[in-house]
């Protein structure tokens, strides 16, 4: 299981911290990714970052402002988001796979948080 938190109402150019907690021991063999859905928009693909942390990957709308990372002591995923602009107001949610494919495509996703809102403010 996954339960995200950290979401909250912040001013453009503000900055927020997501987490993501997870249940289980094989959390580490997981990749874990952040994915986000505006009203009236398709979930879209954030940031993702393999078991070892050695490999992250991110959206070109996000990339130099967000940073995604992991505690597999902790079983906890993080993204920390910088420079917010109004245009990052979702809903974001932490998800996971075993296999490590295709990682921004949803539908390889098996597992997923209930999410948590983030809005910014112009």
């Known amino acids: 299981q996954l339960q995200a938190s950290g979401g909250g109402l912040v001013q453009g150019g503000g900055s927020l911290r997501l987490s993501c907690a997870a249940s289980?021991?094989?959390?580490?063999?997981?990749?874990v990714a952040w994915f986000r859905q505006a009203p009236g928009k398709e979930r879209e693909f954030v940031a993702s970052?393999?078991?070892?942390?050695?490999?992250?990957n991110y959206a070109d709308s996000v990339k130099g402002r967000f940073t995604i990372s992991r505690d597999n002591t902790k079983n906890m995923l993080y993204l920390q988001m910088n420079s917010l602009i109004p245009g990052d107001t979702a809903l974001y949610s932490c998800?996971?796979?075993?296999?490590?494919?295709?990682?921004?495509?949803?539908?390889?996703?098996?597992?997923w948080g209930q999410g948590t809102q983030v809005t910014v403010s112009s």
């Open positions: 998800a996971a796979q075993l296999l490590g494919v295709d990682f921004r495509n949803p539908v390889r996703y098996g597992y």
């Open positions: 289980g021991r094989a959390f580490k063999a997981y990749t």
């Open positions: 970052i393999g078991w070892s942390s050695s490999s992250t």
